[in-house]
């Protein structure tokens, strides 16, 4: 009896070559998280999957689980959006990319989480919109850190449990994921970055709003510096590895 056939949003995070015809192809599912799959003669079908297992396409899919063995059988793929607009340009597509690795490297397989999805689908449709890049991987990457489990506390002092809101400035302690006040600060903290306070205001703020209002918040070329500067920091500790696509955000667009 065959597998039963399923249905799901997705986004292509991967896709490669496979033999003769075939292409293996990693998605993130609104239904399934993380899940890679087998699209049969999609090299040579012209109809099925042409254009549609580009990276960063957001589809609908039919797929089913087989009994043995980790790969999905993808049965066919609707297009919903190719997200044209950050695949022409550079810096958009680099944004996505640094997006992309996280969310390969902080989800497991098939791990539903409507959150991650939502987030990711937020994040790519802000490019395509052509919002600033920068920006729109801050915002992506506070609340991912949340929804896997590493929400950074943005309000108190680790150390003393003060609040940081009446001082001048803080520091991130990127190793326990929280905020060090300045009087803890100069005690002498080697695993801190610098924040200022409009730069910790902004990304609690992020934590809170909903979706829809992510984009009203306006981040300085300071509080982007600032903040992605921790961000990388923080991520680099969380998942223990260098994030690859992460110099080319630096290096290029704002
Ligand atoms: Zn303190």
């Known amino acids: 009896m065959p597998a039963p056939e399923k249905e799901t949003a997705a986004v292509v995070l991967d896709c490669r070559d496979h033999g003769e015809s075939d292409k293996i192809v990693t998605f993130f599912c609104e239904q399934a998280g993380r899940l890679s799959g087998i699209a049969k003669g999609a090299k040579r079908s ?58 390969l490297i902080g989800t497991s397989e098939k791990e539903r989480d409507d959150r991650v999805f939502e987030i ?28 896997i489990g590493y929400r950074p506390d943005l309000l108190h002092c680790h150390h003393c449990g003060q609040s940081v809101a009446a001082q001048q400035s803080a520091a991130f302690n990127y190793i326990a994921g929280c905020l060090v006040c300045e009087i803890c600060s ?58 690859h696509s992460w110099e080319a955000l630096r290096g290029k667009g704002k």
């Open 186 to 243: 100069s005690h002498g903290f080697q695993t801190t970055v610098p924040l200022s306070l409009g730069t910790i205001k902004l990304l609690a703020n992020a934590q809170n709003q909903p979706l829809e209002r992510l984009h009203r918040l306006h981040f300085s070329l300071q509080a982007r510096n600032e903040s992605l500067d921790m961000l990388h920091r923080y991520g680099r500790q969380l998942f223990q590895r260098d994030i």
């Open 46 to 103: 012209k109809r099925r999957f042409v254009n549609k297992l580009e990276l960063f396409s957001s589809l609908y899919l039919t797929y089913s689980l087989p009994r043995h063995g980790s790969l999905a059988f993808i049965a066919a793929a609707e297009l919903q959006s190719s997200f044209l607009n950050l695949r022409k340009n550079i810096t958009l597509y680099n944004a996505a990319t640094v997006i992309r690795e996280f969310v």
């Open 120 to 147: 990711l689908h937020w994040a790519l449709q802000s490019l395509d919109k052509k919002r600033p890049p920068q920006t729109v991987v801050i915002l992506f990457l506070i609340r991912f850190f949340e929804y």
